[in-house]
């Protein structure tokens, strides 16, 4: 059972143009990240968001928490071909130290 | 570099067989997550390790099995091996005993099995 629900799962677009990718879940989590992972690496963590509602930057990149802490989204704005990659989010609960993640968007960016 | 390492980094294998996955963690991390990422299943928890002792069990199968060493790095051991095995095998560490903010996890390089 897939708890988190990434969309969409493959996005291809052209260098500079603005995408944003969606996390969803039916269950509430006490925090959730966003992960990079690119060709034959590990995933390396982006951001994490615990605040049902926080808003957090990472240069291009805007992460936000939903109000209800089960979703969350991914802006990238004038996306650039070093954007590509896959990216996970994964949630956790406040009960348990393990971590759920998302089906992935693998994302590609056109020169 | 993440600061953890895996090794081998490419297994290829018959079915049937088994094999030992190797993982060190990062240095003063006590914590050892693994993980089976496939096409079909995504990135999947299988088991935690926290200075030694077993922490949390995800989808592991009862033909695998892990544990953490002394010096904390970690072995995660496949056995009767099917097809369906094959997979990417990350290991990842991190400070603390939990998931949540501010322990975050590092992960390593993976390794590939490949079931014949």
């Known amino acids: 059972t897939q708890l988190l629900e990434q969309s969409p799962q493959f996005l291809s677009i052209q260098e500079g143009e603005n995408l944003t990718v969606y996390c969803n879940s039916s269950s509430v989590f006490s925090s959730l990240q966003w992960y990079r992972q690119e060709p034959g690496e590990g995933p390396v963590l982006l951001v994490t968001v615990v605040t049902g509602g926080e808003v957090k930057k990472l240069k291009r990149l805007t992460f936000q928490f939903g109000d209800a802490r089960k979703d969350s989204s991914l802006h990238i704005t004038a996306a650039q071909p070093g954007d590509t990659g896959l990216y996970l989010c994964a949630g956790t609960y406040s009960s348990a130290s393990k971590i759920i993640f998302g089906s992935g968007t693998r994302l590609s960016i056109r020169p | 570099d993440s600061g953890v390492t895996q090794t081998p980094k490419h297994l290829i294998t018959a079915t049937g067989q088994r094999v030992t996955l190797r993982c060190s963690p990062r240095?003063?991390?006590?914590?050892v997550y693994w993980y089976q990422q496939s096409l079909d299943q995504g990135l999947q928890f299988l088991i935690q390790y926290y200075n030694g002792e077993e922490r949390a069990k995800g989808n592991i199968l009862e033909r695998f099995s892990a544990q953490q060493f002394p010096d904390l790095h970690s072995e995660l051991n496949l056995s009767s091996l099917e097809l369906g095995d094959s997979a990417l095998y990350f290991c990842?560490?991190?400070?603390?005993?939990?998931?949540?903010?501010?322990?975050?996890?590092?992960f390593g390089p993976g390794t590939r099995l490949t079931v014949l």
């Open positions: 990842a560490s991190s400070v603390g005993s939990s998931g949540r903010l501010g322990d975050t996890q590092y």
């Open positions: 240095s003063g991390d006590l914590s």
